[in-house]
Each structure stands twice: as structure tokens, then as C-alpha cells.
């Protein structure tokens, strides 16, 4: 038995479902303004009392904070790359209000350096102390970024160490964590991760003890934004990884619901209509990265069109064939508490609880990236074999059972801009939580 909560800025849905996946109970409340642990009280208190084996909440907390400028704590941000990384300065292209709220300093420091072993630079132990030394007082969380971490992450390792033995026991987030390539949108989830820790805590620690009291003995998870889950421990390590999950909760709802593992959902609420696309019942992703509060980041969300309530059927004509794949039209579902508003389409039972359905039956999940060197085709199987543990091994450390942990995908691209036979490898993994 399993239950799923979906916070909303309106609403909040909750819903119980049996081991089969089939609905038992769902209601609807009204959300609690700056208290998602609050709506998640008041929505399962309304269901019956059962034993559940885990809990599964869609937030919007963490989305919230970083659109309001609000709750955020002081970052100062590390680079590590020597003269290559000096091109772009850290925090560049953000919206002025939100850099303001989040800066506290950035240090480029050398080290790195080259895609063989042999080009690689020392770090600059040095310049890591002083940049230490100069946010002291004022950087409430550490962002370290390494222009190479996707090839090896151990010189941001090393300059955590040095940050933490000047600033003592803070937050310190890593871009060589979050696996994704490109610097700058690594460097911009990284920097909004640590930003993000002090809303995370709180929202883990309240969410811990509400469902401790109403549900004790399960397992509490929340979504993320590739539709799968984590455990509340990994939420309040990785924050920004629950950007985006709400809207891909309901995805999955919808596509569950309707029983298609590729649609185009419209989502109809209050004051908007969010339209995205399932492939292979897992949310499409944002075409060449997200952006999260006008700052491109590497997180994965689902690419949404959203179109304004009361809304011209044109728009949302318009909006759901730019999500089409190709010429085959895939079906529209229409969930959500406007629903009955757009009559095209499938509008599956329970629709207008989607979210919550979708966060109770998602898997817990963990991705990898690698930027590898791989000469010949043994050798490439070979790596790919090591991202697919790597990412095994993530979906693990965010609460899935480890053996029932499968990958969902492997994909190696080319990268034919980079000398010599360089390969980015990706992996995708996802199984049950654990119930220990």
C-alpha cells in the first residue's frame, strides 16, 4: 500500500493506491501558503488510515524559492580551471535580483587543465584558501565547479576539503555530483543547489516528522524533476534535483492513468494550462537544458509549453502539436481540476489527482554522466559498464533497492568537437524503494 501527495500552489491532492497500482482513495485540499509539510498533513489525514510501506510527495518548494528570491542562502562559488575558465565569470547572464540574493564571491583557481592525465594542472591549494578566507562571514554555502570534473571529479573533492577546514561544517555542493557536462549550466545547478540547502532541510525535517506521526514505519520519498523519486535525505544533499517535479509527477499520473507510455498531457489548473509529452512513460526532457528562474541549469526537467487560463483553443492547439514527435499524432490527455474546460482529448478517472497518482507510483531513480576516452569498441563497453553502475549505484543512495535496481538507459554520443576518440556516456537507473 501506497500513498502520493502533490503540492500545488492552490491545491493539494493525495491519493492511495494498492500494490497493483490500482486507485483506492483520493481528496483534495486546500494547499497551506509557505507550508508544503502542512498541506501534506491536512491531505492524508483526510484519507483512510491504512499501513503504507512509503509515502511519495510532488513539490514545488524549492521552484518557488528560487522564482521568489526567497529563503535562498549565500553562495560563493569556486572555479577550477586555470586561464580556459576565466573566459565567462561565474553567476554571468543571471537575472540581477536573483545573483544578488544568492552571491557572496567567486575565486577561478588553476588546477585541471587538459583532456589526457598528462596536461592536467595541480590545484591551486593556495588560491582555494584565500578564496575560503575572503567569503568567510558572509558565504552561508560553498558551489565548487571544475571545468573538467566530468573526465575526474577529485580535484573538487580535494578543494571541498580545504573550503571546509577554513569554513568549517557549511554546505558544500559539487558539480562533479550532479554528472552533467556543459560548465556553466553545471556550474548555475550547482551554485542554486547550495542556495537551495537551507530551504531543502527545513522542508525534510518537516516532512519527516508529519509523516512519522501520520504514517510511521514508511519509507518518505520525494519527486523529482526526471519523474522518479529520492529520499529525503538526498532531497536536503540535492536539492535542485526537485526542480521540475512537480509538472513531471503529473506527467506521469496522466500517462499511468490512461494506461499509454507516450502521450502529450495537458494539464489544466486555475490559472494556467502546462502542456509536456511522455516517451516511454517518463517525462520528455527540455531540449538543450532547463532554465530555472532565468538561469540556464544541467538539471533534467520535462519541457513544458504553458499557455494562460482562460485560454484561446487555438494556443493550446498550437502547444500540443509542438510537443508532437512527428508526423504520428500521439493521444492528448487532459487531467487536472480545469479539465472538464477542454473537451479534445482523453480525460482518464482521477485525472484531477494525476500528480499525486504519478508521485505514488514512480521508481527512485539516479542518473551519470562521463566524458570518457574510449579507442575502440571494447573499450567503450567497457566504460558504459562503469556509468551504468555509477548511475545503479545513484538511484541506490536516493533510496531505491538495491536489488531491484535497473537501467533504464545507456546512450554514448560521439563528441566530434574534442580531439581524439572522446565519447560522453549516459546512463539512467530506477527500481523500487527500499523498504529497510
Not at 488510515?49 to 560563493?76: C, D, F, I, M, Y
Not at 548555475?188 to 525534510?204: E, I, R
Not at 498531457?265 to 494556467?272: I, L, T
Request: with cysteine; charged share 20%.
Amino acid at each position: 500500500m501506497r500513498a502520493g501527495v502533490d503540492v500545488g500552489p492552490t491545491n493539494t491532492d493525495a491519493a492511495h493506491l494498492a500494490d497493483d497500482g490500482s486507485v483506492l482513495a483520493t481528496v483534495k485540499v486546500a494547499s497551506v501558503p509557505g507550508d508544503p509539510a502542512a498541506g501534506v498533513r491536512a491531505a492524508l489525514a483526510r484519507l483512510p488510515r491504512r499501513e503504507l510501506t512509503h509515502v511519495a510527495v510532488g513539490l514545488r518548494a524549492t521552484a518557488a524559492s528560487v522564482v521568489r528570491r526567497q529563503g535562498l542562502r549565500k553562495v560563493g562559488v569556486l572555479r577550477i580551471g586555470g586561464a580556459p575558465a576565466r573566459a565567462v565569470r561565474p553567476l554571468s547572464g543571471w537575472p540581477p535580483d536573483l545573483r544578488e540574493a544568492v552571491s557572496a564571491g567567486y575565486a577561478i583557481v588553476d588546477g585541471g587543465g587538459g583532456l589526457d592525465p598528462e596536461d592536467w594542472a595541480p590545484l591551486d591549494r593556495d588560491a582555494v584558501a584565500r578564496f575560503a578566507s575572503g567569503v568567510a562571514g558572509r558565504a552561508q554555502a560553498v558551489a565548487v565547479a571544475g571545468l573538467f570534473s566530468p573526465l575526474d571529479g577529485d580535484q573538487e573533492r580535494e578543494a571541498a576539503e580545504i573550503v571546509r577546514a577554513e569554513l568549517g561544517d557549511l554546505p558544500i555542493a559539487l558539480s562533479a555530483d550532479l554528472g552533467s557536462i556543459g560548465l556553466l549550466e553545471r556550474e548555475n545547478a550547482t551554485v542554486l543547489d547550495a542556495a537551495l540547502s537551507g530551504v531543502a532541510g527545513a522542508l525534510a525535517d518537516g516532512l519527516a516528522a508529519t509523516l512519522a506521526e501520520l504514517c510511521p514505519g514508511a519509507a518518505v520519498l520525494v519527486t523529482r524533476g526526471d519523474g522518479t523519486l529520492m529520499s529525503l535525505e538526498h532531497l536536503a544533499r540535492h536539492p535542485g534535483l526537485s526542480l521540475g517535479s512537480g509538472p513531471a509527477s503529473v506527467l506521469r499520473g496522466a500517462g499511468v492513468l490512461a494506461g499509454l507510455g507516450d502521450a502529450v498531457v495537458a494539464d489544466v489548473g486555475a490559472r494556467r494550462i502546462t502542456v509536456g509529452a511522455l516517451a516511454g512513460g517518463f517525462p520528455e526532457e527540455a531540449v538543450g537544458g532547463a532554465e530555472i528562474g532565468g538561469v540556464p541549469v544541467g538539471f533534467r526537467v520535462p519541457s513544458l509549453i504553458r499557455v494562460p487560463v482562460p485560454f484561446d483553443p487555438a494556443d493550446l492547439a498550437e502547444a500540443v502539436d509542438r510537443l508532437q514527435p512527428g508526423p504520428g499524432r500521439l493521444p492528448l490527455v487532459v487531467v487536472g481540476g480545469g479539465a472538464e474546460s477542454v473537451p479534445q482529448g482523453l480525460h482518464p478517472p482521477h485525472g484531477k489527482a494525476a500528480g499525486a497518482i504519478g508521485a505514488a507510483v514512480s521508481p527512485v531513480g539516479g542518473q551519470y554522466e562521463r566524458i570518457v576516452r574510449a579507442p575502440d569498441r571494447s573499450a567503450l563497453a567497457q566504460a558504459m559498464e562503469a556509468v551504468a553502475e555509477e548511475a545503479r549505484a545513484a538511484a541506490v543512495r536516493a533510496g531505491a533497492d538495491p536489488r531491484h535496481v535497473r537501467i533504464l538507459e545507456a546512450a554514448d554520443t560521439r563528441l566530434a568537437y574534442l580531439p581524439g576518440p572522446f565519447v560522453k556516456l549516459r546512463a539512467r537507473a530506477a527500481g523500487p524503494p527500499s523498504r529497510l
